[in-house]
């Protein structure tokens, strides 16, 4: 599909890529870049490619299609790096979970003659670095192209069509949409995950082992989300700031709404808000979108949708 595809940053969503790739055959050669020596060196006993730099600007070198998957706060040096070795012609996306910041920091870096797409595979786990990927990651999901006005649109179909080789569906949206709709469905679950479980571990000089000794399931759920790396998280709740901020004032103006129902013993206002909220997570599965997390999301798997 590309003669030569650079991936700078071997991570969990790099190393997915080098899998599914080589999974699809759909890289005649993939050269890999990644800021620590020793993730380099990871990355080149796993054989995730078939080179290694530790420049990035040689890496995507002659690259037909450049992946940069690194922490959105990275995005700006490392297109500041890339930009000048780009070859006329070539796609370079990225992966990034917010999309306005990473268009603001990386597009002013690169050259007018290459096609910038930005992107966001749907698809993860809290696991990161490049033991963390696996082939099948983004088979079912979702992934979110944001292209500025004017993209070359065979530019976009091709990126797509790439993205479906790696096993993923695709939809293009507007950067400020897809902010504002990653920061209730993703960012602010991962923020209340943090949360709660900071305030558990705060209780624990109180209650002792208790937090760990009977935690259930649902605080189980959390504290998977809650061992995201601190890095990712912290850089998109720096980069996608606004619509973060909208949807905690939402979530806080509901949260108050909850604490009165329970407060003063409403139990109509109760049930009716657990009932609604059941046929959502009802209608995500019958969606195809049931996410199966076995072992607390070592491999998050979609279902197809039921025929
Ligand atoms: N972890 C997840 O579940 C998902 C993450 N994303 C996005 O994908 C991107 C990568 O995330 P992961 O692969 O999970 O992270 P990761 O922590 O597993 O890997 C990040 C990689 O970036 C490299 N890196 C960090 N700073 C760099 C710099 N300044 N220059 C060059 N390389 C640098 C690291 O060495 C590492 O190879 C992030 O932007 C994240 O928001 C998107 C979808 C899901
Ligand atoms: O592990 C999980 O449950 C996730 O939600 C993974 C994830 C994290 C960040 C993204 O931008 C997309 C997906």
Not at 53 to 63: I, L, P, T
């Amino acid at each position: 599909m590309f003669e030569r595809v650079a991936l700078v940053g071997i991570g969990l969503i790099g190393s997915s890529l080098a899998h599914a790739m080589r999974r699809g055959g759909l890289a005649g050669r993939i050269a890999i870049a990644t800021r620590s020596a020793e993730t380099l060196k990871r990355a080149e006993e796993l054989g995730l490619g078939d080179e290694y730099h530790a420049d990035a600007a040689v890496a995507v070198a002659g690259a037909d299609l450049v992946i940069v998957s690194v922490p959105v706060g990275a995005s700006g040096a490392v297109a500041q790096t890339i930009g000048p070795a780009l070859k006329p012609g070539a796609i370079v996306t990225d992966v990034g979970s917010t999309k306005g910041s990473v268009i603001t920091q990386m597009q002013p870096e690169l050259p007018g003659n290459v096609h910038f797409i930005p992107g966001h595979p749907i698809a993860g786990t809290e696991h990161s670095g490049p033991d963390a990927g696996f082939a099948d990651l983004f088979d079912g999901r979702w992934c979110i192209l944001t292209p500025l006005p004017g993209t070359d649109a065979e530019a976009i179909s091709s990126l797509t069509r790439f993205w479906e080789a790696c096993g993923s569906k695709v939809d293009v949206m507007d950067p400020q949409h897809h902010d504002m709709v990653l920061a209730i469905v993703s960012h602010l679950p991962h923020i209340i995950a943090y949360n709660i479980v900071g305030t558990a571990d705060d209780l624990e000089a109180v209650t002792k082992s208790e937090v760990i000794k009977y935690s259930a399931s649902g605080f189980r759920d959390f504290t998977r989300l809650a061992a995201s790396d601190p890095t990712m998280w912290r850089d998109v709740c720096l980069h996608n700031r606004d619509a973060i901020l909208e949807m905690l004032a939402r979530f806080s103006e509901d949260l108050s709404a909850l604490q009165r129902a329970v407060r003063w013993g409403d139990g109509e206002k109760l049930f009716d808000l657990f009932t609604r909220t059941r046929a959502v997570r009802k209608s995500i599965i019958e969606a195809g979108q049931e996410i199966d997390v076995p072992d607390f999301g070592r491999h998050v798997v979609a279902h197809p949708p039921k025929p």
